[in-house]
């Protein structure tokens, strides 16, 4: 098992940033990918971006790329979503997810392992 909880979410204006935190316990991760999806309201879960965590190999959203950023620390077992230049249409409910994978996974349906959320506004 694999523990995912995210944290950094909140209130922000167009325009401005945020970073989301993603703190990893249970297993040895070098195996595995980390990723953020996120889910609007009356909206379908969608991919943001994900990352390996063994040599840091990312795949970034068409609609976030330039703008998020995906990273993380191992020796801290986090992963971030650093979010610049924030649109309203990116408000959402923000999700970390795991698996066992040795590339970065875009489909959620690949993702064994789920945080409960942190929630993003971006108001105009």
């Known amino acids: 098992q694999v523990q995912l909880v995210e944290s950094g979410g909140g209130l922000v204006q167009a325009g401005g940033s945020l970073r989301l935190s993603c703190a990893a316990s249970?297993?040895?991760?070098?195996?595995?990918?980390m990723g953020w999806f996120r889910q609007a309201p009356g909206k379908e879960r969608e991919f943001v971006a994900a990352?390996?965590?063994?040599?840091?190999?990312?795949h970034d959203a068409v609609s976030v790329k330039g703008r998020f950023i995906i990273s993380r620390d191992k020796a801290k077992n986090t992963v971030y979503l650093q979010m610049n230049n924030l649109k309203p249409e990116d408000t959402a409910v923000y999700y970390c997810?795991?698996?066992?994978?040795?590339?970065?996974?875009?489909?959620?349906?690949?993702?064994?392992?789920w945080g409960q959320g942190t929630q993003v506004t971006v108001s105009s």
């Open positions: 990352i390996t965590w063994s040599d840091g190999s990312t």
């Open positions: 997810a795991s698996r066992r994978a040795p590339i970065p996974l875009q489909s959620l349906r690949e993702y064994d392992y």
């Open positions: 249970g297993r040895a991760l070098s195996r595995y990918v």
